[in-house]
């Protein structure tokens, strides 16, 4: 257990549609990350937030957007949703803001888009 | 374009054997690298890193090599135990870390046989 939980675990939805995934870090660190894993390809950094900011951003499109909350939880907001939107959903959390430092992984939200 | 290249998708070893997994990149500005495990229906879980001011890091069964040249790494699991069977991703950040992003690659599935 990696102390980063994911909700939901699975998600359906229709095109067009909006969705937000949930990530609560592990106990005491400050970043969190978000990535996507679409079929056959690794994990896509999409944003980071430390400490309630965003630090770094990736390939993230402009329908989605994230933010931290004082508590530190994050949220991924996708909207707009399209068929190749469907993928797995990873947040990670890490202590520090930089990536000098293991990441530590939830289990993953899986978005289906029908 | 793919800057964090695994090029077999696949390794199959014996039990007791060693595993070698191999990793190239094509961006100099890299030079923090880390290896993560994941299981099915699992987040990956972070195994072993290494800085570019190192050629090697070992930790227990893990070692990890760089050459920087060659711009190649690679992951030896000695020995090899059913329950590495996973899939290994290899990733990279540049600016010691400071830069926050991970490039991943696609990952390595790797199966010990008993």
């Known amino acids: 257990d990696s102390g980063v939980t994911q909700t939901p675990k699975h998600l359906i939805t229709a095109t067009g549609q909006r969705v937000t995934l949930r990530c609560s870090p592990r106990s005491g660190d400050l970043s969190v990350y978000w990535y996507q894993q679409s079929l056959d390809q690794g994990l896509q950094f999409l944003i980071q937030?430390?400490?309630?900011?965003?630090?770094a951003k990736g390939n993230i499109l402009e329908r989605f957007s994230a933010q931290q909350f004082p508590d530190l939880h994050s949220e991924l907001n996708l909207s707009s949703l399209e068929l190749g939107d469907s993928a797995l959903y990873f947040c990670?959390?890490?202590?520090?803001?930089?990536?000098?430092?293991?990441?530590?992984f939830g289990d993953g939200t899986r978005l289906s888009i029908l | 374009d793919q800057q964090v290249k695994q090029n077999s998708p696949s390794l199959s070893v014996q039990e007791g054997r060693i595993s070698i997994l191999n990793c190239d990149y094509t961006n100099s500005m890299f030079d923090y690298f880390l290896w993560y495990k994941k299981y099915p229906a699992e987040g990956p879980t972070f195994l072993i890193s290494?800085?570019?001011?190192?050629d090697k890091n070992e930790d227990g069964r893990f070692t990890v090599f760089l050459n920087k040249s060659a711009k190649h790494l690679s992951l030896h699991i000695v020995p090899s135990q059913p329950g590495d069977s996973a899939v290994y991703f290899c990733?990279?950040?540049?600016?010691?870390?400071?830069?926050?992003?991970?490039?991943f690659g696609k990952g390595i599935t790797l199966s010990v046989r008993p």
């Open positions: 990733a990279a950040s540049a600016l010691g870390g400071a830069n926050s992003k991970l490039t």
């Open positions: 990670a959390s890490s202590v520090g803001p930089g990536a000098n430092q293991p990441q530590h």
């Open positions: 937030y430390y400490n309630g900011e965003e630090r």
């Open positions: 290494i800085s570019s001011i190192k």
